[in-house]
């Protein structure tokens, strides 16, 4: 049994949970719930970013005590986790004390590597990043993301030499100590970490007042990166405490547009705090709506909650794990979410369900365990194979083609016949079922309650099919 640490990026609660976030935590659960069918320990982490002017100004908008804010919003994305039946063991908040000790105690522990300096440059407050000349002129003076200029600051910081760990960087890339997923992600970052520039790491409190002060400058608080990108190790209890145990990470879960922090500005301070980096930075593209980014000017931003309260969680996950690559972007028309849960949901699992356990009710199939299925599941290597490189759509559609197949072998083996006959269709329906036990183990960490009723069903002294089919067509 090995243990397992995975992690997702933490939102900033300035807004609510969006599609985005509900990638990050059903592909860190699935790799989560498969790796707990193999019998290891998982540790898996979840959280918020709580702190920077985005949050205070909002909250000042809003007329909420900055604290109040933080807290609602906070909660927004804990219910929303458990919504989605995510299994996190961890919730880490910004703004928790023993996280802002610990980010003053990783500050001084790499102090040699932080040096004061003058910024004069461009800024994204939207983004909250500094952005160089190279950016500024490649996007033409205004933010791609937020379709807002840049603005001219000049300021005092503090700064994290980047440069001092170019070179193991890029030897932890190139050798694949670090993966990075999608494999053509690593040429881009290889060539960002090129010209990356060392990052500023505070703002003068004049300027940012929503943050964790600098030790021993009271003028100055954190800027982002030593407050956020701790987050995956103080929820650990570093620096308080040992946490090879846990560290180095098995995967961290990031979305395309902060991957390069995730493989730049992280590695370099992992290594100034002298840590082993994570095994695999996995990325996952944004999701689309009709081919179009979601925006709020454009009116077609779509609600993750509403995706789930149409059918229920698992055509949500079914949706996004299957048909959405996970290393690719994806889109979501309520169309398509429709035909994928009529036509799939609901005609290949929801009705092989329903019929297999009517006919196995009527024949007096009934007892079996899943000590065979999960055998087979850890026997199935191709699947296993899929699952170890993060391949969950294809891992998820190669499992669907079993369950299509046993819906082609019930027509062709027409069991309901031998009973007509008067032959005994038992020993063909217990295969059957059998055989759907076996796909169901493959389904769990993709579809974990529908798989649990199927369980439930299919294992128990007496087979009741389901008084409702699991997938009602619409």
Same mark, same amino acid.
């Given at each position: 049994m ?7 990026a ?5 807004g ?5 976030h ?11 719930r498969?790796h707990?069918?193999?019998g290891?320990?998982?540790r898996?982490?979840?959280g918020?970013?709580?702190?920077g002017?985005k ?5 000042a ?10 807290d ?12 989605l ?9 910004t703004?928790?004390a023993?996280?802002?000790?610990r980010?003053?105690?990783i ?5 040699d590597h ?11 407050s939207?983004c909250?990043s ?6 500024y ?17 000049s300021?005092?910081?503090?700064y994290?030499?980047?440069?001092d760990?170019?070179?193991q960087?890029r030897?932890?890339i ?9 494999e053509?992600r690593?040429k881009e $970052?290889? #060539?960002?970490?090129? /010209?990356?520039?060392?990052?500023s790491?505070? @703002?003068p409190k004049?300027?940012?007042?929503? &943050? ?8 100055q ?13 103080t ?8 946490i090879?145990?846990w ?11 902060i991957l ?5 500005i992280?590695?370099?301070m ?12 996995c ?18 931003v779509?609600?993750?909650?509403e995706? $789930?309260? #149409?059918?229920?969680? /698992?055509a949500?996950?079914y949706?996004?794990? @299957?048909?959405?690559d996970?290393?690719?972007? &994806?889109?979501f028309?309520?169309d398509?979410?429709?035909s994928a ?7 290949d699992l ?21 000590a065979?299925s ?7 290597q191709d699947?296993l ?12 559609d ?29 020993p ?7 055989d759907?036990l ?10 974990p ?22 997938f009602?067509?619409?």
């Open positions: 090995a243990k397992i640490y995975l992690t997702t933490i939102p900033y609660v300035n609510a949970p969006h599609l985005g509900t990638m990050d935590y059903i592909i860190a659960d699935t790799f989560s498969y707990k069918l193999l290891d320990e998982v898996f982490q979840a918020t970013d709580e702190h002017n949050i205070f100004q909002k909250a908008a809003s007329n909420i005590d900055i604290q109040d804010y933080v609602q919003n906070s909660l927004k994305f804990q219910n929303f986790i458990k919504k039946h995510a299994e996190n063991t961890d919730f880490v908040r703004t928790d023993d996280h802002m000790r980010c003053q105690a500050w001084q522990k790499i102090s932080i040096y004061p300096s003058k910024y004069e440059g461009w800024y994204c939207g909250e500094y952005v160089t000349q190279k950016e002129d490649e996007n033409h003076g205004v933010c791609p993301d937020h379709q807002k200029p840049y603005e001219k600051l300021e005092e910081n503090y994290f030499r980047i440069s760990f170019k070179d960087i030897e932890k190139i050798s694949h100590e670090m993966l990075i997923l999608p053509f690593e $970052i290889l #060539k960002m970490l090129d /010209d990356a520039p060392d990052v790491v505070s @703002r004049s300027q940012l007042t929503w &943050g964790i002060p600098v030790p021993g400058n009271d003028e608080v954190m800027y982002v990166w030593i407050d956020a990108l701790s987050n995956y190790i929820v650990l209890g570093y620096a308080d405490n040992d090879s145990d560290w180095p990470a098995a995967v961290q879960f990031v979305g395309k547009d390069r922090f995730h493989t730049i992280w590695p370099a992992l290594l100034a705090l002298g840590l082993p980096l994570p095994k695999v930075i990325s996952h593209g944004f999701i689309l709506a009709d081919g179009q980014k979601m925006s709020k000017s454009i009116g077609n779509v609600d993750p909650n995706v $789930i309260d #149409k059918y229920g969680i /698992d949500c996950r949706y996004f794990l @299957r048909h959405v996970n290393f690719s972007d &994806g889109d028309t309520w398509k979410y429709d849960y009529n036509t799939e949901l609901a005609n929801g009705n092989l369900v329903q019929r297999l356990a009517t006919m196995s009710a009527k024949n007096q199939v009934a007892g079996l365990d899943t065979e999960h055998s087979a599941f850890l026997d199935d699947y194979d899929m699952m170890n490189r993060f391949e969950f759509t294809k891992a998820f190669y499992a669907w083609t079993k369950v299509q197949a046993i819906n082609k072998r019930i027509d062709d083996e027409k069991p309901w016949e031998l009973a007509k006959k008067g032959e005994d269709a038992k063909v329906l217990t295969s059957l079922c059998k759907l076996n796909v169901n183990e493959l389904l769990k960490p993709f579809l309650v529908t798989t649990a009723r199927i369980e439930e069903v299919f294992t128990a002294d007496q087979i009741v099919p389901p008084a409702t089919p699991l009602p067509k619409q």
